[in-house]
Antibody, heavy 121, light 111 residues
Framework: QVQLVESGGGVVQPGRSLRLSCAAS????????MHWVRRAPGRGREWVAV?????????YYADSVKGRFTISRDNSKNTLFLHMDSLRAEDTAVYYC?????????????WGQGTLVTVSS | QSVLTQPPSVSGAPGQRVTISCTGS?????????VHWYQQLPGTAPKLLIY???IRPSGVPDRFSGSKSGTSASLAITGLQAEDEADYYC???????????FGGGTKLTVL
């Protein structure tokens, strides 16, 4: 069955970097656009970034992370990444990877369980 | 502050019907973009519950239904069961932000 498993979260100091991974299985990974979505404590979910299917040549970011976060994918390893630089306290959240059906307005039909990132000195 | 507005909590007794609203604006729900709903049980991955405003994926009981009108959408759950106790949230697309937007989530308590 479809499975998405995030890893790489942890406690990091402000200004430092962290890389999250999302291991995919049970489907043709390269055929789907993939997203990162986060949920900060006590707040709603916020879309972070998307990478296009196939070669991942297109990436888009939320304004709150643009220029600091980079989404990428390795289709040979069925893995999605989120490289986070210049981390801030407000980046503290559970980060989820999610698979999107068909188009940019389609739902996310599979999600991982999330990995917690805590930015604190 | 989430782009889509949901009540923080709703509750109902077993067997009752509850509805959860999701209010947006002219750049998302009101622009005609579909609304999708997810259920997240404690400690588990979110699960797609309703997509395309009112379509249930295979395996989702028909106790769950969705609707949309104007700049708002609703999720209805009939015949409440204890296992329905979870966090529910809506999702749409926003043309001004050029990306997905979500509701803040609604915690359903089954009394």
């Amino acid at each position: 069955q479809v499975q998405l498993v995030e890893s790489g979260g942890g406690v990091v100091q402000p200004g430092r970097s962290l890389r999250l991974s999302c291991a995919a299985s049970g489907f043709t990974f390269s055929a789907y656009a993939m997203h990162w979505v986060r949920r900060a404590p006590g707040r709603g979910r916020e879309w972070v970034a998307v990478i296009s299917y196939d070669d991942g040549s297109n990436q888009y970011y939320a304004d709150s992370v643009k220029g600091r976060f980079t989404i990428s994918r390795d289709n040979s390893k069925n893995t999605l990444f989120l490289h986070m630089d210049s981390l801030r306290a407000e980046d503290t959240a559970v980060y989820y990877c999610a698979r999107q059906m068909t188009t940019v307005t389609s739902p996310f039909d599979s999600w991982g369980q999330g990995t917690l990132v805590t930015v604190s000195s | 502050q989430s782009v889509l507005t949901q009540p923080p909590s709703v509750s109902g007794a077993p067997g009752q019907r509850v509805t959860i609203s999701c209010t947006g604006s002219s750049s998302n729900i009101g622009a005609g973009y579909h609304v999708h709903w997810y259920q997240q049980l404690p400690g588990t991955a979110p699960k797609l519950l309703i997509y395309g405003n009112s379509i249930r994926p295979s395996g989702v009981p028909d106790r769950f239904s969705g609707s949309k009108s104007g700049t708002s959408a609703s999720l209805a759950i009939t015949g409440l069961q204890a296992e329905d106790e979870a966090d529910y949230y809506c999702h749409s697309y926003d043309s001004s932000l050029s990306g997905p937007v979500f509701g803040g989530g609604t915690k359903l308590t089954v009394l």
